[in-house]
């Protein structure tokens, strides 16, 4: 007699699993943002997500995992709202100040909340390891992608054949960190308006004279006190 057992079901746990590991990767990012990598633990987030703490031990394994889990996601989010959507424009300076305005929008949520690439330098660019090997090569990936849209720009015929693409790189990248720490720290007024102007200014001296910049988009004013 033939075989005519009916096939199980396709088990639903892993799915299951899935939803709950993007849960605890999103509480712990939300956390990691207000008080830093160093400061995520199991305990801690267990405590966050109301789980057991061997039910968040089950997704990560360890405290090393977790970190670099969030560093991914934060990654991965970075990339979906700053990089992407530039794609989208021309190549050369409007695909250049698509990513420029594209990371000032997303600067600007995150001078109350955090960025998990500075505070992440601050607290492991003195050490070795898996953590910060993630953190470092998230932000070499962006910054890589920054400097390609820079040679394309020359490419393109819209800066100068002087232009130094590195240079140019090194100092929009330096804008922003000089936003957070004139915005987050020092709560200085107009910090992301001098950052657009900086911006300006960058591609006024490095633009051909056939493609000078535009004005910068006007930007939202930041909170300056608390």
């Known amino acids: ?22 849960v605890i990767i999103d509480a712990a990012l939300s956390l990691a943002a207000q008080i830093g990598l160093e ?5 801690a987030i267990a405590e966050v997500t109301q789980m057991s703490k061997s039910g968040v031990f089950a997704h990560f394994g360890s405290r090393e995992e977790l970190q670099i889990s969030v560093v991914r996601e934060y990654h ?3 990339e979906q709202e700053v990089f992407y959507p530039a794609l989208k424009s021309p190549r050369g300076l ?3 100040r698509a990513m420029f305005d594209n990371w000032m929008k997303r600067t600007s949520t995150e001078i109350d909340s955090g960025c998990i690439y ?4 601050v607290e492991f660019d003195d050490r070795t390891g898996p953590v910060r090997d993630a953190l470092a090569d998230s932000v070499n990936t962006w910054l890589a992608a920054m400097y390609r849209a ?8 819209h800066l100068r054949e002087d232009a130094d693409e590195k240079q140019i790189s090194f100092e929009i990248h330096a804008l922003i960190l000089a936003l957070h720490y004139e915005a987050r720290f020092l709560r200085s007024p107009g910090s992301l308006e001098r ?4 911006f300006a200014n960058i591609l006024a001296r490095s633009a051909a004279p056939e493609a000078a910049p535009a004005s910068p988009t006007p930007a939202r004013r930041l909170k300056t006190a608390r």
Do not use: W
Request: aromatic share 2%; net charge positive.
């Open 39 to 43: 400061g995520l633990s199991i305990g």
């Open 150 to 157: 820079v040679v394309q720009a020359k490419a393109e015929g």
């Open 76 to 78: 991965l989010r970075f």
């Open 118 to 121: 500075i505070s992440g330098a």
């Open 195 to 198: 950052a657009n102007a900086g």
């Open 1 to 22: 007699m033939p075989d005519t057992a009916v096939p199980a079901k396709p088990a639903r746990a892993p799915q299951k699993g899935q939803q709950t590991k993007a």
């Open 94 to 96: 409007p695909r250049l």
